[in-house]
Nanobody, 119 residues
Framework: QVQFVESGGGLVQPGGSLRLSCAAS????????MSWYRQAPGRERELAAV????????NYADSVRGRFTISRDNAKNTVYLEMNSLKPEDTAVYYC????????????WGQGTQVTVSS
């Protein structure tokens, strides 16, 4: 079945950087766009970034545009999120997922990876 395993989170100071990774399995990875979502305490899960199946196009939430970069390696079935100039408001659990068109109920979400931005 579809499975996502996120890693790379941690505690970082404001202005710092992190690189998240997500290994996907159970579907033909190279055929699908991929997404990163995040969920902060007390808030709904929100879409942060999307990348097309071949990596040729990306899109970002206004809150992360210019600071975050989504990329993928189809040979490794892995999607990445490079996060720079981190702010305390970026603190959240980060999840990868398939394309937004799947809907949040289509597949089982991974455990996510915690990102905490604090001094």
């Amino acid at each position: 079945q579809v499975q996502f395993v996120e890693s790379g989170g941690g505690l970082v100071q404001p202005g710092g950087s992190l690189r998240l990774s997500c290994a996907a399995s159970g579907f033909l990875f190279s055929n699908y766009a991929m997404s990163w979502y995040r969920q902060a305490p007390g808030r709904e899960r929100e879409l942060a970034a999307v990348i097309t199946s071949n990596g040729g196009q990306t899109n970002y939430a206004d809150s992360v545009r210019g600071r975050f970069t989504i990329s993928r390696d189809n040979a490794k079935n892995t999607v990445y999120l490079e996060m720079n100039s981190l702010k305390p408001e970026d603190t959240a659990v980060y999840y990868c997922y398939g394309p937004p068109t799947w809907g949040k109920e289509y597949a089982t979400w991974g455990q996510g990876t915690q990102v905490t931005v604090s001094s």
